[in-house]
């Protein structure tokens, strides 16, 4: 059974590029969520998604970020119009659980971004 | 939101000791506590969890304590080995997302 898979594992991007991470959840998985990591930082939450939903995007900036789960296919996490301050390591998590109560999330290897 | 703060940063200990890593939370509405860990360039995998109706929770060396009142937890890791220096982290959940704490590198020393 594949875990959580993320492409591309490294990307570099100029600044005012647009950067594109992809994210497929383990099998029968269908709550995605994506979370950042600076350099020597914890993971900030960004986003929460359900197939064809954004249930919590609480976490995303306000602009150039944005995020989708469709019905078939990975889900993105789009960057319009990279900074540098972007540059970092973004994760994509699978849960299998619905409703409140929280479970497990089953983390991906990490997309890390770098802006020149 | 929930805030989560997680000391000491950075844990060196000699194999066979201990290691002991805390974290504190802001919202006491939170229920459930887990316990990841980061090895280089890979991402975070649970080694341990904890709802809020169980005080301590052990697996094998690794334990982990809860206390509501005072809002804080901590893990534990008896007989430390090599393969255990990694970055650990902890988190903080009362519905679907997870705060995290900023994270704990321990090295463990031969």
């Known amino acids: 059974n594949a875990g959580v898979m993320q492409n591309p594992r490294h990307l570099v991007r100029r600044r005012g590029q647009e950067a594109r991470l992809r994210c497929s959840p383990m099998k029968g998985h269908s709550h995605v969520y994506w979370y950042r990591q600076l350099p020597e930082e914890g993971l900030k939450f960004m986003v929460y998604?359900?197939?064809?939903?954004?249930?919590?995007e609480s976490g995303m900036p306000k602009e150039r970020f944005s995020a989708e789960f469709p019905k078939e296919g990975p889900s993105i996490l789009r960057i319009q119009q990279v900074v540098r301050g972007d540059s970092a390591a973004y994760f994509c998590?699978?849960?299998?659980?619905?409703?409140?109560?929280?479970?497990?999330?089953?983390f991906g290897e990490g997309s890390r971004l770098t802006v020149l | 939101g929930e805030n989560v703060e997680q000391h000491p940063s950075t844990l060196s200990v000699q194999e066979g000791d201990s290691a002991v890593i805390k974290c504190t939370y802001s919202?006491?509405?939170?229920?459930?506590f887990p316990w990841y860990k980061q090895e280089l360039g890979k991402g975070p995998q649970l080694i341990i969890d904890i709802r809020s109706n169980v005080g301590e929770k052990k697996d094998q060396r690794i334990a982990v304590t809860l206390n509501k009142t005072a809002k804080h937890f901590s893990l534990h890791i008896t007989e430390t080995q090599p393969e255990d220096s990694a970055v650990y982290f902890c988190?903080?959940?009362?519905?679907?997302?997870?705060?995290f704490g900023a994270g704990t590198t321990v090295t463990v020393r031969a």
């Open positions: 988190a903080a959940s009362k519905e679907d997302k997870l705060s």
């Open positions: 998604l359900q197939k064809e939903n954004i249930i919590d």
């Open positions: 998590a699978s849960s299998p659980r619905s409703g409140r109560r929280t479970g497990e999330l089953f």
């Open positions: 919202d006491s509405a939170s229920n459930y």
